[in-house]
């Protein structure tokens, strides 16, 4: 199996190819339009701010390719948000525009701190991707901003709002936690996104 | 809901684990990967390594060493101790470390905290900072190991680090530091109340009840500790059992 990282300097990608290897597939990180193209599976993580990472794609041409892949695509946090239209990140931010969700941040107070920051529960799993998890199963978080609840929302998160913890439209999979970094339950999740 | 974090400490050195008493008098507590893989199984929500050698080595161990840890640790983890560029932050990033804390270097120019949040965003950039109490000027923040008084007072400090961009502070007691009296309520409260980002407080852990106390009364977000973990004396899981039957939220 193939399976291509996408390469746009987009944070800690080293944790997800660490985490593949605990399940004994080795990745490709890249931003080879062939060679992601060609992948039977693509993932997509991120970390950091949206602005500079649609720059970075846009340099690629990482833009106009990524809506065209057909092959299990699994964006992972921020690789999850610039999946949607706008953001208000960076004074506002034009996304990919892959999933019809507009990225909004978290109104920071004393009793809900931002970044949303730590182990919070999955709810309402609609998604082959959540094979053998739970309702109420902990993952890991790490956001400010997040997409609302929709028709494409797979898993919500609440903080206290309901959010979009997991997204899906037809082969585009996406996370809001960092399924790398979630204990066994995470390491189940990229196992079903292996198997989808 | 969001759950209370309860975050060993590794203090390392020449790559191994090592705690002081008071940063002194250091004790070998083990393999840095080992212990941490123990501690993922246990149930810790996060780790902390913090190279308390930093400012006097090579960084190239510490690179090896967060590559290592990386590629074993399935759960989120923390990297410090003497690191000062973006050039230090982007090689621990980019070899698998979650966040880097920050410490002298961000007191020393405070501009850097901008540059790293800007540069990788918030959310990795935690920003530690040593407390320590005295009648005169109240909570001081410190730095080199302590002994360093820096004149600025500890909850403006935890602000402007906010301010700048921190993604999360990480609030030592000097005072209570390896003292296992408990944590230093009152500062990590105040802190907590003047800043809209985490707080992980650290310093005087010595019972399970402490920790209660840390979530309960100084709204903490996070609680830290190393030699009570490191030497058995108390477990992860018990300690998530007793806060989930004190009704704080843990992840069990």
Redesign the interface.
Known sequence: MEIAVIDYKGGNVQSVIFALERLGVQATLTADHDVIRRADKVLFPGEGEAASAMRELQAQGLDTLLPTLTQPFLGICLGMQLLGRHSEEGGGTDLLGILPFDVVRFPASAEYKVPHMGWNTLSKLRSPLFTGLQEEDYVYFVHSYYAPVGQYTIAQGQYPTPFSAAVQRKNFYAVQFHTEKSSTVGTRILENFLNL | ?????IIPCLDVKDGRTVKGVRFEGLRDAGDPVALASRY?REGA?ELVFLDITATNQKRATLVALV?DV??EL???FTVGGGIGTVTDVEAL??????KVSINSAALARPELIDELA?R?????IVVAADARYNDADGWQIYTRAGTNNTGRDAVEWCREAADRGA??ILLTSMSNDGTKDGFALDITGAV??AI????VASGGAGSKQDFTNVFQQA?A??GLAASIFHFGEIGIRELKEHLRQDGIPV?L
Request: include cysteine; charge should be positive; proline fraction near 5%.
């Open positions: 809901m969001l759950t209370k974090r993922a929500d590559r990386a590629r399935d759960i989120p990033l980019l070899n698998g470390a979650d800007a990788f965003g918030s959310q990795c993604g999360e907590s109340r809209t980002i985490p707080v709204h977000d996070a992840r």
